[in-house]
């Protein structure tokens, strides 16, 4: 599975302790509801959720891709047609 969270500006992303090209780690040991969905890590551990995308995405013009949107939409809490979400082959 490919998720990547990308920041276009990379001053601000290493404001966040991010890069401007982060692989996110999908980590279904940890889940975060009972019902067992996946969540995902950026790489300083911080858990990626529909909020602190939806902040990255405001101020930092962040964007994600991803080849498997129904375990991205499950794991974060976000809907499908979130702006900023593209699907990748």
């Given at each position: 599975?490919i ?28 889940c ?14 911080q ?18 891709e ?6 991205l ?13 593209t699907?990748?082959?």
């Amino acid at each position: 599975m490919i998720v990547r969270l990308i920041i276009a500006d990379a001053e601000k992303a290493r404001s966040k302790g991010l890069e401007p090209v982060n692989e996110l780690v999908c980590n279904e040991s940890y889940c975060a509801s009972s019902q067992g969905y996946p969540v995902f890590q950026l790489p300083n551990e911080q858990l990626l959720d529909c909020g602190i995308f939806r902040e990255l995405r405001d101020e930092c013009g962040a964007r994600i891709e991803t080849n498997n949107i129904s375990k991205l939409c499950l794991g974060m809490g976000i809907p499908r047609d979130e702006p900023g979400v593209t699907v990748i082959d």
